[in-house]
């Protein structure tokens, strides 16, 4: 399985530097010298890193395959990822997205929706979760609401506090008899 880490953005200089949209939460780790990338779409790559510094907040990049500006803007817009077997397994507990989405979202026995996605925040993450209805709600991807994720068996388990379900939904303040301010 493949995980996105980077998009490549507008090139930088004239020796085919670019910038890239980082989508790793480790990029010291990802973007090292002699990394190479399976690119989409296939036509750019594969990639392999030959710099990797800092301009103030952005990533820079230069790859091997890439010489001048105007190989660097042939590449604008690829997308850049990493094998999932090649990672490191630190013995912590985490999911990727691609291992998350699809899975059934229950509350108890019932179950409520599917994980439509997964939006990493600064603070926490949150899973959205789409419910048979076809609503999206939000819930914070912490061990105190979804206490057990369970790939194999294909289910999340959430314990929601109250209200959390209906936070975002515009018909349940009018069936519980409340008029919006």
Not at 6 to 20: D, F, L, Q, S, Y
Not at 135 to 147: Q, Y
């Amino acid at each position: 399985m493949q995980l996105q880490v980077a998009r490549i953005g507008k090139p930088h200089g004239i020796r085919g530097e670019v910038t890239v949209q980082v989508l790793t939460d480790a990029p010291a780790e990802r973007f090292v010298a002699g990394t190479e990338f399976v690119v989409e779409p296939a036509s750019s790559g594969p990639l392999t890193v030959r710099s990797a510094r800092w301009n103030k907040d952005i990533l820079l990049l230069g790859f091997e395959e890439v010489a001048d500006r105007n190989a660097a803007e042939l590449i604008r817009g690829a997308k850049l990822f990493i094998e999932t077997e090649e990672l490191d397994d630190d013995g912590e507990e985490g999911w990727y997205e691609h291992e998350l989405v699809g899975l059934e979202a229950r509350v108890g026995a019932q179950v409520v929706g599917k994980v439509a996605a997964l939006n990493t925040m600064p603070a926490q993450d949150l899973l959205v979760i789409e419910t048979e209805a076809g609503k999206e709600i939000l819930v914070p991807f912490v061990d105190e609401i979804v206490p057990e994720v369970n790939v194999e068996a294909g289910y999340i388990l959430i314990t929601p506090p109250a209200g959390l379900f209906e936070l975002n939904d515009e018909d349940a303040g009018e069936s519980s008899g409340e008029t919006p301010a």
